[in-house]
């Protein structure tokens, strides 16, 4: 059944950002184009994915675990350190000049062409190269 | 262009309630590179399958969907190389804050977690900064 829920969660998150135009790397250039041709489409996204999610974590707070018996996971310590901020920095740099990023860049590679899967192909190997550093370390 | 917007509240209606479900229904936290990277790296391997499965259905769905008419065409804002240096900063960054937007923005943001919110705030803005340095540099289409 978890599989089950997997494909349906991540079929519909899928659907969800061909139709509100996340899979168009130019919405996200317009969004964060605030000193240019601004395109608040973005907005209404986030904005939209949040409410259902507001309330699952409503839900969850009165439950003792998921349907499929896993425990609902811990908040994280809300511990801002040095590399949630770079991370997150460099992250956005590449949002910017690209308009993609992870979910978009799974869900482009069945639409978009050669560019798609050059940024995935080297967005993997940063992965797999980070993950080495970190085993190592 | 008018009803854009109205299109982008379903589809984050749709991205939220996927959200929900692998919450309620598997007590996951629905973050795309933390369900990659952790196949990528093995730091995921407990639950390798349904990560595998989310990824298949994430990357097949929008395809069909697309064939069928739905939503517009994916076009690349970038040349391959800007391509190529925007994913391995991707890569990197969203494993070393270890979320991206579905992980910080939708569901962090939506349990009031502070590192979701402080993160989402750092990328938009670096993201915002990123447009401006494509133009400067003609990146830019």
């Not at chain 1, 309330?55 to 969850?60: H, Q, T």
Request: hydrophobic share 55%.
């Amino acid at each position: 059944m978890r599989l089950v829920f997997a494909a349906l969660a991540g079929g519909l998150f899928g659907a969800g950002l061909l139709v509100s135009g996340m899979t168009q790397p130019e919405k996200v250039r317009g969004w964060l184009d605030v000193f240019g041709n601004w395109d608040p489409t973005l907005g209404f996204v986030l904005a939209g994915a949040i409410i259902p999610m507001a309330i699952a974590w409503r839900i969850a707070a009165r439950r003792r675990a998921s349907v499929s018996g896993t425990p609902f996971p811990e908040p994280p310590a809300p511990r801002i350190d040095r590399k949630l901020v770079l991370g997150s920095a460099l992250f956005g740099l590449g949002w910017g000049l690209s308009g993609l990023c992870p979910g978009p860049s799974m869900a482009t590679l069945g639409i978009g062409g050669l560019p798609f899967w050059a940024f995935f192909a080297a967005m993997v190997a940063a992965m797999m190269i980070y993950g080495y550093g970190r085993g190592r370390a | 262009m008018d009803p854009d917007w109205i299109a982008g509240l379903i589809g984050g209606l749709m991205i939220g309630l996927a959200a929900a479900m692998f919450l309620l229904l598997n007590g996951r936290i629905m973050g795309a590179s933390g369900l990659l990277g952790g196949l990528i790296d093995g730091s995921g391997r407990a639950n390798a399958p349904e990560r595998a499965v989310f990824i298949a259905a994430l990357i097949l769905v929008p395809a069909l969907l697309s064939r069928a008419g739905i939503g517009g065409p994916a076009l690349p804002v970038a040349g391959l190389g800007v391509m190529v240096l925007a994913g391995l900063l991707v890569g990197i960054g969203t494993r070393m804050a270890n979320g991206c937007t579905s992980g910080h923005g939708v569901c962090g943001i939506s349990r009031l977690s502070l590192r979701g919110i402080v993160a989402t705030l750092i990328y938009l803005l670096t993201g915002g900064l990123a447009v401006l340095i494509a133009r400067a540099l003609g990146w830019a289409p």
